[in-house]
């Protein structure tokens, strides 16, 4: 009989089975799967990983025909949990029916808890034995024997959250999803998935409301008047006291009376010190916002690194919501770790202070402490054992951020002046950092000095330059990933876990992309937006995501069962679900017409343009009765434009009719036609949009030899139509040279046959030289 213990990952399996035997222990496997093995007080202990879920929640087989099942039906049908990853169920069985004791050991959070649980109940299907659970935040040797010294019973509450969370968030997706693809389908020929989520729906709605504010935005005039000084040699500048200014007259008035000034005297002056505390303790979401901030790490990427460097025993459990330490927190161990090494300065500046005290937050999640380093190590030692780019700079991050918090402030001198000029106030800041406290640790923070002339009250300066600067208000920026962390922390969307899973969903799905370090909108996401926030706006909204977020809390902390909170969160769902159908024509209509456009814009070989009628997508359209341009919103818009008859059809996407036609086409080799006016050769601005390839002035008259192509042949004619041809050889690749010729003043043509030399001639048979 042995001690049977599941751990969530194998890393972690192999780093808890080497703390507990001191390195003694062997590698065996189980059906396939890892297990470690070794004896600690006379008992055998058997330890192995999983891969984290191994269990799911899916509908009946009988409901996984989409067309043949209506959508809504799903809100009412129970899901159905099986085993997904067979082999470990199977290891577990094995190892299960030879215990006298499991214990659980995954991660201590909602899906850790749940994972746990996924374990014990196979386990129970074979064996009836005591199920104990070893808590730790972190993989360093004394955190786990402590945890493995005191193990706790299974929290079955928190377990049964993250179930309410996995069926409440299937039935939501799968049901929306398969009404928004069924019907959009009904509209449009596409095979794509118009995917809804109780999470990623929301997330992309706080994109969207940020790009409909800049779509929306209006911009407008403002003045600003500023002022260049100089004093004792050195410049510097003031701006007006009014800011902006958005009266030009008012403007124009002040600048008047003083834009002669040549002199301005120092009326007031103020020296302040201000102090710039350390940031506080790293909790996952503000470790992902600067993750993304300041090292242009996505928070998935953030994620899963802080995750290895966790597994690999260099940092804590990066899942916590935690941004305060616990009054017994023994940090000068920490610090004396990194008293040596790369750190070391910083370390030591600490210890030598004396007391050793941090800043702390005000959350307290109960679960894990803030992300903090459990062991030094340098670049080296991070690379070899994670291997994943930004491992280093993760890993740096969390040290630099946890020695911040225990150094003293940061002080700045700022200084403020009113200088008056012709009795017009021009307020002037500078700012010195006189002790550079944490941020000596902290580079990711702009600390830029803005330097003053020392000069006191009453003092005169020089007036160098007045300026009346106009500008205009400019949109709000786009947001940044760590902007958009914030607004789901703030407003219940996800988890400090899954949000950053959302983030990635709504970027695979083709809804936004990242653009640097902000978010852009993509065509098909602001559709769905624009199109739910008009017909079922709670879809988009966060409050009824974090109403569910609540019911799911509440499960965890005892306050509900698991049934009550599925039943309260279903019909939720159920009201979304209800707007979602009552809207279901104008939902297809527009999110079709935008799948079509797409598909059409995408088609380079018949995407004309956009319609001047209605702003979709004009194409050409052939029918057995002829071809013309159409537009993708038919029936509603009739707009078209006739064709030619004959002759392959080119998109001239660089050029554009003077008179105004929505594109340029060409008309096999012959001629060009723009779309709504007609062929360009009966057009007197021709010669302006497509000037002739001039050669050189003709020698018969006043105009210039230029060449022409047909099918058939190449030659070159005049410009005036005098009778006057020159050949050209008929094949070969043709190019009119810059270089002109010594003789005669005609361009040198250049012919390349395959696989013969290049030819450079003139081509003028009247030409001097050819005497």
């Not at 307290?364 to 402490?369: E, S, W």
């Not at 018949?606 to 050409?620: A, D, K, Q």
């Amino acid at each position: 009989m042995s001690i049977v213990v599941f751990t969530e990952k194998n890393k972690a399996a192999s780093q808890i089975a080497g703390i507990l035997s001191e390195g003694h222990y062997n590698r065996a496997s189980v059906g396939g799967i890892p297990v470690y093995d070794f004896k600690m007080e006379g008992k055998e202990w058997r330890i192995m990983g999983l891969a984290g879920h191994i269990m799911g929640y899916d509908f009946p087989e009988q409901f996984n025909n989409w067309r043949e099942c209506d959508p809504a039906v799903l809100l009412d049908t129970p899901p159905v949990k099986n085993v997904t990853k067979k082999p470990y169920a199977a290891a577990i069985s094995l190892l299960a029916s030879g215990a006298e004791e499991v214990v659980l050991a995954c991660d201590f959070d909602r899906e850790g808890e749940n994972i746990g649980f996924e374990a014990k109940e196979i386990s129970e299907r074979v064996a009836s034995l005591p199920v104990k659970r070893a808590r730790f935040s972190s993989l360093s040797s004394s955190e786990i024997k402590k945890a493995f010294s005191n193990l706790v019973e299974p929290d079955y509450n928190m377990a049964m959250s993250a179930e309410a969370r996995q069926i409440l968030d299937l039935k939501m997706g799968a049901a929306f999803t398969r009404f928004m693809t069924l019907s959009v389908r009904e509209k449009a020929r596409t095979k794509g998935v118009i995917s809804i989520g109780p999470c990623q729906t929301p997330t992309c709605g706080f994109v969207y409301e940020r790009e409909k504010l800049i779509k929306n935005f209006k911009p407008k005039d403002f003045w600003k008047i500023e002022a260049l000084f100089n004093s004792k040699g050195a410049d510097f500048t003031g701006v007006h006291r009014a800011g902006n200014i958005h009266e030009k007259e008012k403007a124009d008035e002040i600048f008047a009376r003083i834009k002669d000034c040549k002199i301005g005297v120092v009326d007031k002056k103020s020296v302040k010190e201000a102090r710039t505390n350390p940031p506080y303790p790293l909790n996952t979401t503000e470790f992902l916002k600067r993750s993304s901030k300041y090292l242009g790490v996505s928070p998935e990427e953030a994620l899963e690194t802080a995750e290895q460097l966790y597994l690999s025993g260099f940092t804590s459990y990066p899942r916590t919501e935690t941004n305060k330490y616990a009054d017994d927190f023994d940090f000068k161990s920490k610090l004396v770790a990194f008293s040596s090494g790369f750190y070391q300065k910083y370390a030591l500046a600490i210890i030598s202070a004396g007391e050793i005290k941090c800043r702390n937050g005000t959350k307290d999640g109960h679960d894990h402490p803030p992300i903090h380093p459990i062991k030094a190590a340098s670049k080296g030692d991070i690379e070899k054992s994670v291997r994943m780019p930004n491992a280093w700079k993760v890993y740096d991050l969390i040290v630099r951020h946890f020695l911040a918090n225990l150094m003293q402030p940061a002080i700045f001198e700022k200084t403020r002046m009113e200088i008056l000029v012709g009795g017009e106030i021009f307020d002037v800041k500078g700012s010195i950092l006189k002790s550079e406290g944490w941020l000596d640790v902290y580079p990711f923070e702009t600390k830029n000095d803005k330097l003053l002339p020392f000069i006191e009250e009453k003092d005169e300066v020089d007036v160098k330059k007045l300026s009346n600067v106009k500008s205009e208000t400019k949109p709000p920026k786009r947001l940044t990933e760590a902007e958009l962390l914030t607004l789901m922390d703030k407003n219940g969307i996800g988890t400090k876990a899954t949000a950053p899973s959302h983030i990635e969903t709504n970027k695979k799905r083709g809804y936004f992309e990242t653009k640097g370090k902000t978010i852009a909108i993509l065509d098909t996401g602001f559709t769905l937006m624009d199109t739910l926030d008009a017909t079922v706006p709670i879809l988009v909204q966060p409050e009824i995501r974090a109403r569910i977020e609540s019911l799911i809390q509440d499960v965890e902390d005892g306050k509900k069962s698991l049934e009550s909170a599925l039943d309260e969160g279903t019909l939720l769902i159920k009201k979304m679900y209800s707007q979602l159908t009552s809207s279901k024509e104008a939902i297809a209509a527009r999110m079709a017409g935008t799948i079509v456009d797409e598909q059409v814009a995408t088609d380079k070989k018949n995407f004309v343009g956009t319609c001047p009628e209605c702003g979709r997508m004009l194409h050409m359209i052939k029918t057995d009765k002829g071809r013309f341009v159409g537009c993708t919103g038919y029936p509603g818009c009739k707009n078209t434009y006739p064709l030619p008859k004959a002759g392959t059809l080119t998109v001239l996407r660089s050029q554009q009719c003077e008179k105004g036609g929505v594109a340029v086409l060409k008309v096999g080799k012959k001629y060009n036609w723009s779309v709504g006016i007609g062929p360009c050769f009966t057009c007197e601005l021709e010669k302006k949009c497509f000037p002739p390839e001039i050669v050189g002035p003709c020698p018969v008259c006043d105009g210039s030899m230029f060449l022409i192509t047909t099918k058939d042949s190449r030659f070159l004619g005049c410009t005036n139509r005098c009778g006057h041809t020159q050949s050209v050889p008929k094949s070969g690749r043709l190019t009119i040279l810059d270089r002109l010729c010594e003789h005669c003043g005609w361009h040198v043509l250049r012919v390349k046959e395959q696989k013969q030399d290049a030819k450079e001639f003139c081509a003028n048979r009247k030409c001097p030289g050819k005497k």
